[in-house]
């Protein structure tokens, strides 16, 4: 061995490791309240999947993953590629539930490790078991490793995998010896980089498909007998000291009292990346006070990364319509609540002479709240020279302005419906996921999602 391990072999490593720690943290006990927030995520990572599905992208990640059919198929299959087909759907609308302080996606990764495992490991205790584990491991993780990793990692891709191979483990039924394995496999493996972001390609979508099947795999391997580092987070050459230099492994397994962290993760309803939703949140406001009006002039006043991310003035694609800052809050002004058809790319030109009279500043006091509160404001000037103005501390969706369980059903049903699943297999979906909670058949929700694998049509046919 040469190099900086060479350095430690006379030192005595540590008796318990982050990755240990962090299992005993896990062992806490799950609140019915708890299961329900589960079971919701859930609902919504569903609704977000159906409609990934059936755009192109969607087709084309499924088809590279290998799956014949639609995805849904490969629920309970226990195979890593139909978790790698389900991995990458459900992020592409970009209404993937999000969780500020961690920066990252979880629902992506967790539900689809979680569905896709063995359907004799499916129970609705293990299930909501396994989502409220994943959630808490990932986002723990995720708030540790600092802000100067997302600026080049993307931090659902570099730390889900950890997440993953929690929820994996949980249903396994690993040890905590084999749970540390598995985090110590898929965190080597971790990737992500953020370069996918500045061209108009779907790498992004592939970071989430891969991450999901390889924190499956990794406990699969770790059941198989490997053994993974127990020191992969902060070991001399682990994560931490590699590539998160500006976090911290300790803060992973700090706040122990805290609740879980799913009750604090933010539902998207707008399907845009969620650095913009905050000034979609005040264009909706301000848009009851213009009355049809032109304005002279919009001013957007946000945080750093919502600038860094989303000043995109003159968009091409449908990805980057959705992360346009400028076409977003056009879209808002002109029409209200936005929808999916807003940000194809043939209906760019309807809002390209508003984009124009769009500026955007950096708040400081946006910044200085971030990422701990997403806001923004808005200030407009109208044709006489009158100023409006609106602004949003958190965004709709966040635990300071949550969306009720009857907006997120209501988005469920939106999505599902842009995807063209009728309503009865709707219904049953629905009836199956929210019924986890609440001593259901989990064999209830299984064929509910082979129901739609088998009959629901294609927005082509």
């Not at 539902?267 to 009006?293: E, N, V």
């Amino acid at each position: 061995m040469i190099g900086p391990m060479s350095q430690q072999k006379n030192s005595a490593p540590p008796l318990v490791s982050v990755s240990e720690t962090l299992m005993k943290i896990l062992a806490r006990p799950i609140t019915q309240a708890d299961r329900n927030q589960a079971a919701l995520h859930l609902l919504d990572w569903l609704g977000c999947a159906l409609a990934g599905y059936e755009t192109e992208t969607g087709k084309l990640i499924s088809i590279g993953a290998g799956s014949t059919s639609h995805p849904f198929g490969g629920v309970g299959s226990g195979r890593p590629d139909a978790i790698l087909a389900m991995g990458g759907l459900g992020s592409i609308l970009e209404m993937d539930d999000v969780h500020r302080t961690a920066l990252l996606h979880p629902g992506p990764v967790i539900m689809p490790v979680v569905l896709g495992s063995n359907r004799d490991q499916l129970t609705p205790e293990r299930i909501l078991g396994a989502i409220i584990k994943g959630y808490e491991a990932m986002i723990r993780f995720g708030a540790a490793v600092g802000k100067g990793h997302y600026e080049f990692f993307h931090n659902t891709a570099t730390c889900g995998g950890l997440g993953a191979a929690v929820a994996a483990s949980h249903l396994l039924g690993l040890s905590q010896q084999q749970t540390t394995s598995a985090i110590g496999h898929a965190t080597s493996l971790a990737g992500g980089l953020w370069q996918c972001r500045h061209e108009p390609v779907a790498t992004k979508h592939l970071h989430v498909a891969e991450t999901a099947r390889r924190g499956f795999q990794a406990a699969r391997f770790a059941q198989a007998g490997l053994a993974g580092p127990r020191f992969v987070l902060e070991g001399p050459q682990g994560y931490f000291t590699a590539i998160a230099k500006g976090g911290s492994a300790a803060s992973v397994t700090e706040d122990t009292n805290r609740p879980w962290q799913i009750n604090d993760t933010s539902f998207k309803p707008w399907p845009a990346c969620r650095h913009t939703h905050p000034s979609i949140d005040a264009a909706l406001i301000l848009r009851q006070q213009l009355c049809g009006g032109v304005p002279k002039r919009v001013e957007i006043r946000t945080f750093g990364d919502a600038i860094i991310f989303c000043d995109k003035p003159n968009p091409q694609t449908t990805a980057e319509a959705m992360f346009s800052l400028q076409h977003a809050v056009a879209v808002a002004l002109l029409d209200g609540p936005p929808k999916l058809e807003a940000f194809e790319p043939s209906e760019h030109t309807t809002y390209s002479e508003l984009r124009q009279l769009i500026h955007i500043t950096e708040g400081e006091g946006f910044s200085n709240a971030y990422p701990a509160h997403f806001g923004a404001e808005i200030l407009i000037e109208l044709a006489d020279g009158e100023l409006i103005k609106a602004d949003v501390l958190d965004a709709w969706g966040d635990s300071e302005n949550p969306m009720s369980e009857e907006a997120v059903i209501a988005k469920f049903r939106t999505m599902s419906t842009w995807a063209k699943i009728p309503a009865d297999a709707q219904n049953k979906l629905l009836n199956a996921t929210l019924g986890l909670a609440k001593k259901g058949s989990a064999q209830a929700l299984i064929c509910a999602m082979r129901l739609i694998e088998t009959n629901a049509p294609t927005r082509n046919s």
